[in-house]
């Protein structure tokens, strides 16, 4: 039992350290600065122009749609967004795109997409980042109409130094938009699939032009301000991400992956829902899910489970509805949560049922 019990502990840190090692330095410290910069250094009518909830049904589904394959432009995995999730709903983004962006960040990515293609097939990478879309959307619109009344009575309070009208006339938007173009390449940079060194030389050099671009253009006030909410935003996610991390790796061993292909190799409802639940329990980087699949697919899992599981496993984890509930807390995570369950269950057996 001693033996047992720490082994999963050890199992436990040891998803602590490959987490660490991987994410922190080029995922999550990128992620946290731009969610900072969402806060402090963008007004809160940018971001309802693009992002928000109300106006007219173009302005919305505009709103929903720049959400939804905001994943093509951010490579980025479901911790890493939440961080960004959490910048543009306290600014003022619609509480429904919020949460199709939170799903669909690292749910419809550019990079996932070819890969899946090409180890599983390319009709079936184009449904699933179709049906992800289409689904990201869809959470987002019940979500916004199931809590429409509280958003209207809470609006997230932003600590930070609001940037004016005035302010912001004291620079183009092309020199905004460089500045946010190069932080974000800074995220996308150090998620992309390429050598370690180049990767960091990348990394280095954009975070350079980055810094000379944030001192030119913006006021000392500001920038203190957008360091202020950075480690506010890190002090608020971080602790938690690491908690759901160790939870993640000490009951990932208890979960034996023959018994998930056992029971995932023809399209059920549980076959659908044990996939699901297996992306959410077993977290992986992102696009590690993808020969995780290729794994179940030669152990005979169907196409529609597997379906199920690739749309639900990166959008979703444990330490993520960990995240979320402090945000955005109980009752919102938990229609979240079975929201993303049901779509998922639905959408792997619809698949599994037209390939037959």
């Known amino acids: 039992m001693n033996e047992l019990v720490m082994s999963l502990i ?3 840190f040891y998803a602590l350290w490959e987490y660490l090692s991987a994410h922190v330095l080029l995922c999550l410290v990128p992620a946290f600065f731009i969610s900072g910069a969402f806060c402090a250094l963008i007004s809160r009518d940018t971001i309802m122009k693009y992002l928000g909830g109300n106006g007219t049904r173009l302005r919305i589904a505009v709103a929903y749609l720049a959400a939804a ?13 939440l961080p960004l999730f959490a910048g543009i709903w306290k600014k003022g983004a619609g509480f429904g795109p919020a949460i199709t962006f939170l799903f669909a960040g690292p749910g419809v990515t550019l990079l996932s997409t070819p890969l899946t293609a090409a180890v599983i097939g390319p009709s079936f990478a184009l449904i699933k980042l179709l049906l992800s879309i289409v689904i990201a959307i869809v959470i987002g619109l019940a979500m916004e109409i199931g809590f429409h009344e509280k958003r209207e009575k809470q609006q997230p309070a932003v600590d930070s130094v609001l940037v004016t009208h005035e ?5 183009s938007p092309y020199q905004s938009g460089l500045f946010f173009l190069s932080l974000t390449l800074v995220m996308i940079f150090g998620t992309a699939p390429v050598d370690l060194i180049l990767k960091g030389a990348l990394v280095l050099v954009t975070s350079i032009i980055t810094a000379v671009l944030g001192l030119t253009y913006y006021t000392r006030v500001e920038i203190k301000s957008w360091l202020r909410e950075t480690y506010r935003f890190t002090k608020m996610i971080f602790p938690i991400l690491l908690i759901g991390v160790f939870i993640s790796g000490v009951i990932r061993p208890l979960i034996p992956q023959v018994l998930v292909v056992d029971y995932t190799g023809t399209n059920t409802v549980l076959a659908n829902f044990i996939a699901v639940m297996f992306g959410t329990i077993a977290y992986f980087p992102t696009l590690v899910e993808v ?18 599981y690739l749309i639900a496993d990166p959008a979703v984890s444990i330490q993520t509805l960990l995240v979320v509930n402090k945000i955005m807390k109980p009752a919102r995570t938990i229609a979240y949560a079975v929201l993303l369950i049901l779509f998922s269950i639905a959408a792997g057996l619809a698949y599994g049922f037209a390939v037959l």
């Open 167 to 171: 302010q912001e006339t004291q620079r």
């Open 291 to 308: 020969p995780i699949a290729e794994m179940f697919m030669e152990l005979g899992m169907h196409h529609g489970p597997l379906m199920a």
């Open 69 to 81: 394959v905001s994943g093509l432009i951010l490579e980025v995995c479901s911790c890493t967004i």
């Open 10 to 12: 050890e199992a436990g």
